[in-house]
């Protein structure tokens, strides 16, 4: 029988070894699967590094270490995610949540604090449905149901164009007891008819097609139409900024989180499609990942 501490220690090493990654991260990883087989804290582990696994679980524990020697991500061997302090269920359906993406989260609830300092057509409404945001390309729900959780007052609508992704996001409502979230089956903005939203937010795909990373990774085991999006990965961009137009109230925001180099071509493009104000936020790695325009005010749509 092997004590919990030689199973993190041994299976750290093969971590490491066989996926080429740090032995730190690699540390983490056999923590978070002994948490789960073991259905106790970190701090337990800590705490009992000599207690012995049993059979059963020493089996449950060498299943899980041996997908994960062939690449499969944590994520999906665990089945779920934090973001932004929620936990997300994830399956091979939906990406699997980033930490980058909660920049994009921050961004949506300054601009919601913003919007409804500013914005006549909010502060005439009822205090109750203080704002509508959309979510385009929801996936597990990550980012729609932390703005959701974050502005109980908020209305979220969240699309997808699988079935499967919205299933995954519908169980994620359930399980956080979100209620000012609905879904809807849509491939970007075509089946929102004519609503209209005071800001849109999305994490489109964005990888170009084609490059290498897509080849190493978690990335291999996610749903390639969440990935790549195109020869230059921009197509799903430029499409939701040429379009969000018309879903978004005058005066309204659209967030975009985007790839390291992308920032600058997608300003660009939000200049070009009457957005003000325009703007790229860093990530914590220093790198531009989400960039967002102000639609024009109606005064101003002519000259912008
Ligand atoms: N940020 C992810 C990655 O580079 C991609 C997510 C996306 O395309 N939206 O792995």
Wanted: proline share 4%.
């Amino acid at each position: 029988m092997h004590s919990i501490a030689d199973m993190q220690r041994e299976a750290t090493r093969s971590i490491s070894s066989t996926l080429v990654i740090d032995l730190t991260t690699s540390r983490i990883e056999v923590q978070c699967l002994l948490q789960h087989v073991l259905n106790v804290q970190r701090a337990y582990l800590l705490a009992h590094p000599e207690q012995k696994l049993d059979e059963l679980q020493m089996c449950a524990f060498d299943a899980l270490l041996q997908r994960r020697l062939h690449g499969e991500p944590i994520a999906h061997l665990l089945g779920e995610r934090e973001f932004f302090g929620l936990n997300f269920k994830v399956t091979p359906d939906t990406l699997i949540p980033r930490p980058d993406t909660e920049l994009l989260v921050e961004m949506a609830l300054q601009k919601l604090l913003s919007l409804h300092a500013t914005l006549p057509q909010l502060r005439s409404r009822e205090p109750k449905s203080a704002a509508r945001v959309l979510d385009l390309g929801t996936g597990t729900g990550a980012i729609a149901l932390s703005i959701a959780h974050s502005h109980p007052n908020v209305e979220v609508t969240a699309v997808d164009a699988s079935l499967a992704a919205l299933q995954v996001a519908r169980e994620n409502v359930q399980r956080l007891a979100i209620t000012n979230a609905c879904f809807v089956q849509s491939n970007w903005f075509a089946a929102l008819g004519d609503q209209r939203f005071d800001l849109i937010v999305s994490n489109p795909p964005y990888i170009s097609e084609g490059d290498i990373h897509l080849t190493q990774g978690d990335v291999r085991f996610e749903p390639l139409s969440a990935l790549t999006s195109g020869a230059d990965g921009l197509d799903d961009l430029r499409r939701i900024i040429q379009e969000a137009p018309n879903f978004l109230m005058h005066e309204g925001w659209l967030l975009l989180e985007h790839g390291h180099d992308q920032a600058e071509r997608v300003r660009a493009v939000l200049m070009t499609h009457q957005f003000e104000q325009v703007f790229s936020e860093k990530d914590l790695a220093g790198i531009e990942r989400v960039t967002g325009g102000k639609l024009c005010s109606l005064s101003k749509t002519k000259t912008c």
